[in-house]
């Protein structure tokens, strides 16, 4: 192996896809519930993905952002129509790096529009936030903290819930940043009368809301972006993960254009290929929830997932989340690792979240069929564990 050694791999990979069904090098099918971590928004091997890619391709790759993007002004165009407001965004690589464009708009808003700087960003526990040295800080979990990576740059606080939160803004505090649901935390989906009490007070302090969507956001939850299901609107909100559907691609969107030319800066970001695709998710993913298509596999997965919760209560404790990001809570006793593996050896993909819970991701599309082999797939499989 000529790789760092970074991940725990699984001792199997996959040479090609089809729709929510990956299969690997002796051609076994596998139930993918997992979408790449959220990534493939609309499975594998979409159609209008591969022809945008294809189209693309042949055109232009990239040119740098010296240069007009045509792609790029109308994906910020239709992320800005998506959100329902007037919205500038930034485009990246990944959800890490949108999260260091709001970390710096944030920084620069603190320093410009108070008489003394404000700088100092608050989180919640659990949270994740990305693996950069900021976003890592940013994150509200000591584990991502070691002390082989300090120092780290400071200014960045995190609290057991919201209200420790409020009261915690202080004189220095430019920003709040939360994930509506806590994707590595749990799927730990926020009381929705929280937030907003929490929206109204930052607005009153005018201070930034900002909302990590880097995996609850693009349709993941029902609609393009949680907030709206909390009946909030933040200042800034960051994407990636489903918004390429496999093409790398991060996007932070804020209402106050704070940033001059020279600020910040990305060169492969928001290029030819991943906004041009994009562009072709998004047009994909609105079809799938205009249809209906999109609330009815909503719909239909829950009440799997719930039929599964209820059939091995001596497993599952509960479930959590929202839409198709969806979480079963296990039992003190269970072994989420085993579990995992006789997913796998059973074909199924699941993935872990926190310290005890499974997690759900499957793309938005995924066929009835799909989760109905997955489910029959995961029944097996935890019927053979043994507590």
């Known amino acids: 192996m000529y790789l760092l050694d970074t991940y725990a791999r699984f001792d199997f990979g996959f040479e090609r896809g089809n729709g929510a069904t990956l299969f690997d090098k002796k051609g076994r099918d596998y139930i993918d519930f997992a979408s790449g971590i959220g990534v493939n928004s609309l499975g594998h091997a979409n159609k209008s993905i591969v022809k945008a890619i294809k189209e693309q391709s042949q055109k232009i790759l990239h040119s740098s952002n010296l240069y007009a993007i045509k792609p790029q002004e109308k994906l910020a165009k239709a992320i800005s129509k998506e959100l329902g407001f007037k919205a500038f965004s930034f485009f990246c690589n990944s959800g890490a790096e949108a999260n260091e464009c709001a970390i710096k708009l944030a920084r620069k808003y603190g320093a410009t529009n108070f008489k ?3 700088f100092e960003i608050i989180t919640l526990k659990n949270s994740f936030h990305g693996r950069t040295l900021a976003t890592l800080k940013l994150t509200g979990q000591d584990k991502f903290h070691p002390e082989i990576y300090a120092p780290y740059i ?36 926020l009381d929705k009368s929280e937030v907003k009490r929490l929206a109204k007070v930052l607005k009153e302090k005018k201070l930034l809301f900002i909302t990590d969507e880097v995996q609850c956001g693009v349709y993941r939850t029902g609609e393009f ?38 600020d910040h800066g990305s ?13 072709a998710v998004l047009s994909e993913l609105k079809k799938i929830k205009k249809s209906g298509k999109l609330d009815e596999t909503i719909e ?37 690792s085993k579990l995992i593996n006789l997913a796998n050896k059973n074909r199924v993909l699941i993935l872990k979240s926190g310290v005890k819970t499974l997690r759900f991701l499957p793309s938005l599309n995924i066929k009835k069929s799909e989760i109905k082999e997955g489910f029959k797939r995961l029944t097996k499989a935890i019927s053979e564990y043994k507590i």
């Open 116 to 118: 003394e700087k404000k």
């Open 154 to 189: 400071e200014g960045f606080k995190f609290y057991d819930g919201i209200d420790e939160i409020i009261k915690n803004i202080n004189e220095k505090t430019v920003a709040v940043m939360i994930e509506l649901v806590q994707g590595e935390g749990g799927i730990n989906a």
């Open 225 to 262: 972006v949680t907030s709206k299901l909390y009946g909030i609107k933040p200042d800034i909100i960051t994407f990636a993960k489903g918004l390429g559907a496999g093409v790398p691609i991060g996007a932070c969107a804020c209402r106050h254009s704070v940033f001059a030319p020279g």
């Open 267 to 279: 060169t492969f970001g928001g290029n030819f290929l991943a906004t041009s695709t994009a562009l």
């Open 300 to 336: 239909i997965f829950n009440e799997n997932l719930d039929a599964l919760c209820s059939k091995f209560p001596q497993i599952f404790d509960k479930k959590e989340g929202l839409g198709l990001m969806l979480g079963l809570s296990l039992k003190d006793e269970i072994d989420i």
